[in-house]
């Protein structure tokens, strides 16, 4: 009762997010996170984005921060670990509804390690697609069936979480 | 030619200006270009940048088409249906108490039944300008009420329109009752013409003005708005009914997010130089013969809008704080009050009607912002008891999710 018409998508996010239209001004998320309330953020029609931190004891946000629409999606980025992987995180993986993306790196033992897209069969073989290739800091989107996988490249690979594993095996060993 | 540039140029630097100053302290911006308009017109001493106000007459005229047609062009049948019946239900209740209670007022102000019906929707119907920006601007688009804000905004807007179109028939001088029943006729057709070609044809309206090109979209719908609302006037139903609906109809196009984007500036620039020519009309001298009503009047309003704003709360389960975040931040009066100022005076209606809404847009927009910025120690003053003894509801969302940890 406390929440009018709380439309939770559990087909995006996994559950524990709630989508709120608010009218004129956009889309209101409610993400459940620690520290006893929620984080919620407001995306503007504008592409302004709002983060309210909520303090469930209190009726003002404990912290509020307004970011445009590039601030936003560097942010996003990062929190995502576009930028840098902490060490204590084996993968990281995004999952967009049955849609993941991951990042993995070919080491020099790798089975995939000095053969191309093609010889590799991955699509086919793996039903994974590799949608770009970050080596030396420098991105390949899209690479070609013909291109190498190089010791170190890193791979960013688009799929179903299911078949991450399968893909794992057959190019990263 | 030049003094002509020098008046206009000055009036919207005027304007900028002075709301610039009230931007500062966090109040909104429509009370002081109308107040711009007010020192810088003929009534009052010092620089008169413009002397007639028929000179801005044209421009005043799109920034008020232009005002209805975005708000038509964000207006969303699915957003009013979003919020469910109880949504509807709470806009109703504060439209019939603040609507109701403005018609009882006007009518016992005694200026006239016509007059009354003005001061009914004037000091009944929220500013969704005002009202939105001040939930940004407070931080408080996470508050589970705000939606429940913006929501009564939504039923407030379509009432709106339906009020104007109504209203029109009756201040356009028609005599005796037949001519009245036949200019209700004509806008009720206007209303349901334009609503079915919204319905169905926006997909054939859209393609006449569809282009990649964003240059050309502006041109083609900035012609097609000042068209319609022309085209509304002509007929006698207002170029301010025309223009949303045409916003209306646009808004189920492909592009309508294109042009919401790009009337903004527009619009602002215009609907500026509308309140601007506004508060040209206006005579500060008259304050003092106006200044008891208004005081009575925002007396009212903030009783009722703090009534709707419990009965709002009620019937969603929020406590106190919401209650009184609800009342206090759609008490601010804007746009449409000013609109139906003008209809008013072009109507030729009583001459006490203008300074009256001016002071009380101009008086309530500095008390809105400031009584809902202190919306929580206010809270204080809702008797307790009109809230269900149950344990605190905390006016903010409490984490969600279908696992519930309520």
């Given at each position: 009762?406390?929440?009018?018409?709380?439309?939770?998508?559990?087909?995006?996010?996994?559950?524990d997010?709630?989508?709120?239209?608010?009218?004129?001004?956009?889309?209101r998320?409610?993400?459940?996170?620690?520290?006893?309330?929620?984080?919620?953020?407001?995306?503007?029609h504008?592409?302004?984005?709002?983060?309210?931190v909520?303090?469930?004891?209190?009726?003002e946000?404990?912290a509020?921060?307004?970011?445009?629409?590039?601030?936003a999606r560097?942010?996003g980025a990062?929190?995502?670990?576009?930028?840098?992987?902490?060490?204590?995180?084996?993968?990281?993986?995004?999952v967009?509804?049955?849609?993941?993306?991951?990042?993995v790196?070919?080491?020099?033992?790798?089975?995939?390690?000095?053969?191309?897209?093609?010889e590799?069969?991955?699509?086919?073989?793996?039903r994974?697609?590799?949608?770009?290739?970050?080596?030396?800091?420098?991105?390949?989107?899209?690479?070609?069936?013909?291109?190498?996988?190089l010791?170190?490249?890193?791979?960013?690979?688009?799929?179903?979480?299911?078949?991450?594993?399968?893909?794992?095996?057959?190019?990263?060993? | 030619?030049g003094?002509?540039?020098?008046?206009?140029?000055?009036?919207?630097?005027?304007?900028?200006?002075?709301?610039?100053?009230?931007?500062r302290?966090?109040l909104?911006?429509?009370?002081?270009?109308?107040?711009?308009?007010?020192?810088?017109?003929?009534?009052?001493?010092?620089?008169?940048?413009?002397?007639?106000?028929?000179?801005?007459?044209?421009?005043?005229?799109?920034?008020?088409?232009?005002?209805?047609?975005?708000?038509?062009?964000?207006?969303?049948?699915?957003?009013?249906?979003?919020?469910?019946?109880?949504?509807?239900?709470?806009?109703?209740?504060?439209?019939?108490?603040?609507?109701?209670?403005?018609?009882?007022?006007?009518?016992?102000?005694?200026?006239?039944?016509?007059?009354?019906?003005?001061?009914a929707?004037?000091?009944g119907i929220?500013?969704?300008?005002?009202?939105?920006?001040?939930l940004?601007?407070?931080?408080?688009?996470?508050n589970?009420?705000?939606?429940?804000?913006?929501?009564?905004?939504?039923v407030?807007?379509?009432?709106?329109?339906?009020?104007?179109?109504l209203?029109?028939?009756?201040l356009?001088?028609?005599?005796?009752?037949?001519e009245?029943?036949v200019?209700?006729?004509?806008?009720?057709?206007?209303l349901v013409?334009?609503g079915?070609?919204?319905?169905?044809?926006?997909?054939?309206?859209?393609?006449?003005?569809?282009?990649?090109?964003?240059?050309?979209?502006t041109?083609?719908?900035?012609?097609?708005?000042?068209?319609?609302a022309?085209a509304?006037?002509?007929?006698g139903?207002?170029d301010?009914?025309?223009?949303?609906?045409?916003?209306?109809?646009?808004?189920?196009?492909?592009?309508?997010?294109?042009?919401e984007?790009?009337?903004?500036?527009?619009?602002?620039?215009?609907?500026?130089?509308?309140f601007?020519?506004?508060?040209l009309?206006?005579?500060?001298?008259d304050?003092?013969?106006?200044?008891?009503?208004?005081g009575?009047?925002?007396a009212?309003?903030?009783?009722?809008?703090?009534?709707a704003?419990?009965i709002?709360?009620?019937?969603?389960?929020?406590?106190?704080?919401?209650?009184?975040?609800?009342?206090?931040?759609?008490l601010?009066?804007?746009e449409?009050?000013?609109?139906?100022?003008?209809?008013?005076?072009?109507?030729?209606?009583?001459?006490?009607?203008?300074?009256?809404?001016?002071l009380?847009?101009?008086?309530l927009?500095v008390?809105g912002?400031?009584?809902?910025?202190?919306s929580?120690?206010?809270a204080?003053?809702?008797?307790?008891?009109?809230?269900?003894?149950?344990?605190?509801?905390?006016?903010?969302?409490?984490?969600?999710?279908?696992?519930?940890?309520p």
């Amino acid at each position: 009762m406390n929440r009018p018409d709380p439309r939770p998508s559990p087909k995006l996010f996994g559950g524990d997010v709630t989508e709120v239209a608010l009218p004129g001004i956009g889309q209101r998320y409610d993400i459940g996170v620690a520290d006893g309330g929620p984080l919620t953020v407001v995306i503007h029609h504008s592409g302004r984005r709002d983060l309210y931190v909520i303090d469930p004891q209190g009726d003002e946000p404990r912290a509020a921060v307004t970011l445009t629409d590039a601030q936003a999606r560097t942010l996003g980025a990062i929190l995502g670990g576009a930028y840098f992987k902490p060490a204590v995180v084996e993968e990281i993986e995004a999952v967009i509804g049955d849609l993941l993306i991951d990042w993995v790196t070919v080491e020099e033992t790798s089975p995939g390690a000095g053969r191309t897209i093609a010889e590799l069969e991955i699509r086919r073989r793996t039903r994974m697609t590799v949608a770009a290739i970050l080596r030396d800091r420098v991105p390949l989107i899209a690479p070609e069936p013909t291109e190498t996988l190089l010791p170190g490249d890193r791979l960013v690979v688009i799929g179903r979480q299911e078949d991450l594993t399968g893909f794992r095996r057959h190019v990263v060993g | 030619m030049g003094d002509t540039l020098v008046a206009v140029g000055g009036a919207f630097l005027a304007a900028g200006l002075l709301a610039r100053l009230g931007r500062r302290v966090g109040l909104p911006t429509i009370p002081f270009f109308m107040a711009a308009g007010v020192i810088f017109g003929p009534n009052t001493p010092g620089i008169a940048l413009v002397e007639h106000p028929e000179d801005l007459e044209l421009l005043a005229a799109l920034g008020l088409i232009l005002l209805l047609f975005h708000l038509g062009l964000e207006f969303s049948v699915g957003d009013l249906l979003a919020g469910g019946r109880r949504l509807l239900g709470v806009g109703a209740i504060y439209l019939l108490l603040n609507v109701g209670g403005g018609l009882a007022f006007g009518a016992a102000l005694g200026w006239g039944s016509r007059e009354a019906l003005v001061v009914a929707g004037a000091v009944g119907i929220s500013s969704s300008a005002i009202v939105t920006k001040l939930l940004v601007e407070l931080r408080r688009l996470a508050n589970t009420e705000s939606r429940l804000i913006l929501g009564i905004i939504v039923v407030e807007d379509i009432f709106l329109a339906l009020y104007l179109a109504l209203l029109q028939p009756v201040l356009g001088g028609a005599q005796g009752a037949s001519e009245v029943a036949v200019q209700f006729a004509v806008a009720f057709a206007f209303l349901v013409g334009l609503g079915a070609v919204a319905r169905w044809g926006a997909g054939v309206v859209g393609r006449l003005i569809t282009t990649s090109d964003d240059e050309l979209l502006t041109v083609c719908f900035v012609g097609l708005a000042i068209l319609v609302a022309g085209a509304a006037e002509e007929l006698g139903v207002s170029d301010a009914i025309g223009a949303f609906m045409i916003g209306l109809v646009l808004a189920e196009s492909t592009v309508a997010h294109r042009i919401e984007h790009l009337v903004l500036p527009l619009r602002d620039a215009f609907a500026a130089a509308f309140f601007f020519a506004f508060g040209l009309t206006i005579d500060p001298g008259d304050a003092w013969s106006v200044a008891g009503p208004v005081g009575v009047a925002m007396a009212l309003s903030i009783v009722l809008n703090l009534t709707a704003g419990v009965i709002a709360a009620r019937l969603h389960g929020f406590g106190r704080v919401a209650a009184a975040n609800i009342g206090f931040t759609i008490l601010g009066r804007g746009e449409f009050s000013l609109i139906l100022a003008t209809l008013a005076a072009s109507a030729g209606l009583d001459g006490r009607i203008g300074p009256f809404v001016a002071l009380y847009v101009l008086l309530l927009a500095v008390a809105g912002p400031l009584l809902t910025a202190r919306s929580r120690r206010l809270a204080r003053l809702l008797p307790a008891r009109l809230f269900p003894p149950a344990p605190t509801r905390p006016a903010v969302a409490a984490p969600p999710g279908p696992k519930g940890t309520p």
